[in-house]
């Protein structure tokens, strides 16, 4: 009863959660610019979830109140005045050749949206590919050769699963750099080159990922998934280097969840080739539900490369929209976890011993990871954003789906290797009946071509034998 009792509280305060408007700010000196986040409407009064920018780049967010009747650019920038200071930081350099790849499925209409704001980067060389994994239709072909033909290559991946997807364009990368991003975001002008610049500054550079806000709050569980911390890792760029491990992180590179995600990550193309790419067991889309992008951190960083987080390289993500999308994603987020680890140590046993030195501590992390979190009671109303500042209570039903996706990861993760095994079977033998019936095809071409040429020629002799006799 008292379980009850529990659940029907939580459904009401999830219920009494309020949209938040999402708007940006950039502070120019004494000048201020107030917009509205991608999608939004103009800001009025109410709540305001602000991205405040200095000189274009991000420095920090905060969640402000305007009064009725109040000038909300006044009010929001008096407030970022007070609580972000000033920002120093050199320009990003001159970024590589870069290849974007977007995987995709059956989602024209969030795909052209990512594809518009992708087409207008602030970047003098890339290219962007399109992966069209497993399709049911040809919605997405015909959306690229009506609309970016000429801008944009299409890959087909018949294997289902979002590493899978990775992979495919990962195969059709021609830049030096490959950048990672999903069909439902919305790209800021100088993301790519923030994200990638750091490539031509540092030779070991293996990867790099980049800061992910919401584009929109406008549903409970978008707020209360914000007011967790979302996909955002912060403020403060950083380098994770394996020669070094960071101090504060006892459970490196474990930890995957802390250098990004993959809705915004680039690697250098060579390197990601060099350690197999992505596991195709892994993802959206698999029965290992997610871990991909977690996989391809820990790979790299194990080969002795760097990973560098930026701020500055941001994206606005459509986070989902209802409590039956919270719930998918607790459980896919447990399972991906352990599905990732589980995978690491299948493809690169020499990590066993350092994962099981680690294992205590991170069996205490996942306790905490997957702890019922309440309000924060020493910050105040906290910020959607900031990590470990919290506006509501995370439900129990969240955290207990949580923790039943990371006992689930393994399975999953070999579920999807023996689905995986089965799928490239397949598409081997279509690729074997393709051939054979394209040579067997050809054969009969050939036949028929040396039938009529021998027909002609006895023809022709024929004709001649006539004319002779006559």
Known sequence: ????????????????????????????????????????????HGEVFVLVRRGGRPVGTLLGRVPEG???KAVLADRARAECGPAVFGGPGEPPFTTVVVATR????QLARALDSLLAQDHPRFEIVVVDNAPVTDETRELIERKYAERVRYVCEPVPGLAAAHNAGLEAVRGEVVAFT???????????????????ADAGLGCSTGLILPARLTTPAQVLLESHGGFAKGFTPRTYDPAHPPGDEPLFPFTAGRFGSGANMA????????????????????AARGGDDLYGFVRVLAQGHRLHYTPYALVWHHHRETWRDLETQAYGYGAGLTAY?????VNRPALLPAFLARLPRGLAHARTLTAVRDTDATSGAGTPGDHDERTHPWPRRLSRLQRRGMVYGPVGYLRA?????????EKTARREKTAQSEETARREKTARQSEETAQSEKTAQGEKTAREAR
């Open 341 to 345: 680890l589980t995978a690491v140590l």
């Open 417 to 425: 290797r023996y689905a995986l095994r089965a799928a490239v079977r």
């Open 106 to 109: 059956e989602r024209a209409g």
């Open 70 to 72: 109040a000038d909300p």
């Open 182 to 200: 999903d069909d439902d975001v919305v790209a800021d002008p100088r993301w790519l080159a923030e994200l990638t610049a750091p490539f031509a």
């Open 267 to 286: 690697f250098r193309t060579a390197v990601l080739r060099s350690v197999g790419g992505f596991d195709p067991a892994t993802g959206a889309g698999t």
């Open 1 to 44: 009863m008292a379980r009850a009792a529990r659940a029907q509280e939580e459904i009401r305060r999830f219920l009494d959660i309020g949209a938040v408007q999402v708007a940006e700010l950039d502070l120019d000196g004494d000048e201020a610019v107030l917009r509205p986040g991608p999608g939004s409407l103009p800001v009025t």
